[in-house]
């Protein structure tokens, strides 16, 4: 089992920035894909931003590439997010993600594990 913690949202004005953080428990993070979805009101849940067990390959959602970026420290068992440029549109609850084998990282059904969610409002 690994249990997913997610923290670093909050509201923060259109052009600014935030740093989410994904904390995991339970078993070693870097045996995992891990990935960064986000959800709307009246929307379904979409992909962000994937990263690959060692680090060295990085997916995007078309909308958020050059302003987001994913990283991971396995010594600290803990992804982050770094959003920058933030617009009113990427308002949502942010989870993250983890999976043996995520591929892509593109598609909910390959992770086997996700956080409880981070609220992020940007303001116009």
């Known amino acids: 089992q690994v249990q997913l913690v997610e923290a670093g949202g909050g509201l923060v004005q259109a052009g600014g920035s935030l740093r989410l953080s994904c904390a995991a428990s339970g078993r070693t993070l870097s045996t995992y894909g891990m990935g960064w979805f986000r959800q709307a009101p009246g929307k379904e849940r979409e992909f962000v931003a994937a990263i690959r067990r060692g680090g060295g390959s990085t997916y995007y959602l078309d909308s958020v590439k050059g302003r987001f970026t994913i990283s991971r420290d396995n010594a600290r068992n803990t992804v982050y997010l770094q959003m920058n440029s933030l617009k009113p549109e990427d308002t949502a609850v942010y989870y993250c993600?983890?999976?043996?084998?995520?591929?892509?990282?593109?598609?909910?059904?390959?992770?086997?594990?996700w956080g409880q969610g981070t609220q992020v409002t940007v303001s116009s």
């Open positions: 993600a983890a999976g043996l084998n995520i591929g892509l990282g593109r598609e909910a059904y390959v992770y086997d594990y």
